[in-house]
């Protein structure tokens, strides 16, 4: 499927706009990015537990993933964290189907300071090697990588921004051939708009340079929503859509959060 014809200069127009619109609050230290949730330089209070859905369409597979997502303050200004899901993908032509365990991220995160409007955090993150790579849910490599990132307070948003590396072991995907590993890029950035003390909207963009011999970029826009209900839980749901052949096409997510 060809990639839309969007530019990044475009996200960031809307971005700005939404900066220029009164609001009723601020946003809370709870809201937190989609794509770049590890990578946010904001903690969690204490704790975070989500439970979440994903559907995404590729050129190589389509996958339906049911994932959870947890985080903790294990002390003062120190996140760790994990994310794991099961889930199915359907795969074109005689490529195989299947259902299985995704990949695991584990993370690490020390927000060192603040100044003024900005929080500046690093951390790190692994990913181990737990998918079913024959079904597409994920490429038998395992890689580590590190970042730094900083969150700054607008009048009227929050916006956010990252940088890091990932060193990338050597995969297999669906079955195929041994592909080399690489060191990759990452970068990104965002914003959180609060509509209201219940609702914020999130803008993110995301880029990552290829990981693996012969592969591509990734690099995605997303639009998303958090809402509120109750002071401890936030539904949450956004819609990703990747520029790049080395992204999903499109990628919906839905979920529930409980945090305290």
């Known amino acids: 499927?060809?990639?839309?014809?969007?530019?990044?200069?475009?996200?960031?127009?809307?971005?700005?706009?939404?900066?220029?619109?009164?609001?009723?609050?601020?946003?809370?230290?709870?809201?937190?990015?989609?794509?770049?949730?590890?990578?946010?330089?904001?903690?969690?209070?204490?704790?975070?537990?989500?439970?979440?859905?994903?559907?995404?369409?590729?050129?190589?597979?389509?996958?339906?993933?049911?994932?959870?997502?947890?985080?903790?303050?294990?002390?003062?200004?120190?996140?760790?964290?994990?994310?794991?899901?099961?889930?199915?993908?359907?795969?074109?032509?005689?490529?195989?189907d299947g259902s299985g365990a995704t990949d695991l991220d584990v993370w690490g995160k020390f927000q060192f300071g603040s100044r003024g409007d900005n929080e500046f955090a690093v951390g790190g993150i692994a990913t181990i090697p737990t998918g079913d790579n024959t079904a597409g849910l994920g490429v038998d490599a395992f890689s580590l990588g590190a970042f730094g990132a900083v969150r700054h307070r607008l009048p009227r948003a929050i916006v956010n921004a990252h940088a890091g590396v990932r060193l990338n072991g050597d995969a297999e995907f669906l079955g195929g051939p041994e592909i080399n590993g690489k060191s990759s890029l990452i970068l990104g950035g965002g914003m959180i708009h609060p509509l209201s003390d219940r609702v914020t909207v999130v803008g993110e963009f995301k880029f990552e340079s290829k990981r693996f011999d012969g592969g591509d970029s990734d690099t995605r826009i997303l639009g998303g929503i958090n809402w509120r209900p109750s002071n401890r839980g936030m539904i949450r749901g956004a819609l990703s859509i990747g520029l790049t052949d080395g992204s999903p096409d499109f990628q919906l997510f839905g979920g529930y959060a409980f945090f305290f």
């Not at 530019?7 to 900066?19: G, K, Q, Y």
């Not at 990015?33 to 969690?44: P, R, S």
């Not at 979440?52 to 003062?76: C, M, P």
Request: a negative charge.
């Open 1 to 96: 499927m060809p990639k839309p014809r969007c530019t990044i200069a475009t996200l960031f127009v809307l971005l700005s706009v939404l900066a220029t619109v009164p609001v009723a609050a601020q946003t809370s230290g709870s809201d937190r990015m989609f794509l770049a949730f590890v990578e946010d330089a904001a903690i969690v209070e204490t704790q975070w537990w989500e439970a979440q859905v994903e559907l995404s369409e590729s050129d190589f597979v389509d996958a339906f993933i049911i994932r959870g997502v947890a985080a903790i303050e294990i002390r003062d200004k120190v996140e760790v964290g994990g994310r794991v899901g099961f889930g199915s993908t359907d795969t074109p032509g005689l490529l195989p």
